[in-house]
């Protein structure tokens, strides 16, 4: 938990190249400490996937995030309000990478669980409602072209 903390501290910071051994670190004491299908796994894994994503390493964050997506739909449920949070992160890395078409399905998900289960009014509920919004338009835009 140590080494996460303080490379989240070191990403806040924009201090990214020493943030991702830290989290590598994290990630590979948690998997021996809990196996590999944990959700502390899944955690450490998500994380590392937005560092990935945040320096523009998306073809190596992808595999991260549906794998700490499939681990918390195991751990929690389909319906779990985490579950939500991996099918957003997943869905914005597609859109980052132009399937679209992929990352709506994701998205509309995330937001039907959060509806579901946070209610329409919750901070995660309507940042998944805007992230749709610009999904969908993102792809009447690529539609128009």
Same mark, same amino acid.
Do not use: C, F, W
């Given at each position: 938990?140590?080494?996460?903390?303080?490379?989240?501290? &070191?990403?806040?910071?924009?201090?990214?190249?020493?943030?991702?051994?830290?989290?590598?670190?994290? &990630?590979?004491?948690?998997?021996?400490? /809990?196996?590999?299908?944990?959700?502390?796994?899944?955690?450490?894994?998500?994380?590392?996937?937005?560092?990935?994503?945040?320096?523009?390493?998306?073809?190596? %964050?992808?595999?991260?995030?549906?794998? %700490?997506?499939?681990?918390?739909? %195991?751990? /929690?449920?389909?319906?779990?309000?985490?579950?939500?949070?991996?099918?957003?992160?997943?869905?914005?890395?597609?859109?980052?990478?132009?399937?679209?078409?992929?990352?709506?399905?994701?998205?509309?998900?995330? &937001?039907?669980?959060?509806?579901?289960?946070?209610?329409?009014?919750?901070?995660?509920?309507?940042? /998944?409602?805007?992230? /749709?919004?610009?999904?969908?338009?993102?792809?009447?835009?690529?539609?128009?072209?």
């Amino acid at each position: 938990m140590a080494l996460n903390n303080l490379a989240s501290l &070191l990403k806040a910071t924009n201090r990214l190249a020493e943030t991702e051994p830290l989290m590598r670190r994290a &990630l590979t004491i948690d998997e021996a400490a /809990y196996g590999p299908d944990h959700p502390h796994v899944a955690i450490r894994l998500n994380n590392l996937a937005l560092l990935l994503q945040a320096t523009n390493r998306l073809a190596e %964050a992808e595999p991260l995030m549906r794998r %700490a997506l499939t681990i918390d739909q %195991a751990a /929690y449920g389909p319906e779990h309000p985490k579950v939500a949070i991996r099918l957003n992160n997943l869905a914005q890395l597609l859109q980052a990478t132009n399937r679209l078409a992929e990352a709506e399905p994701l998205m509309r998900r995330a &937001l039907a669980i959060a509806e579901k289960a946070l209610g329409a009014d919750h901070p995660n509920t309507q940042t /998944y409602q805007l992230n /749709y919004a610009l999904l969908k338009a993102a792809s009447a835009t690529q539609d128009a072209e």
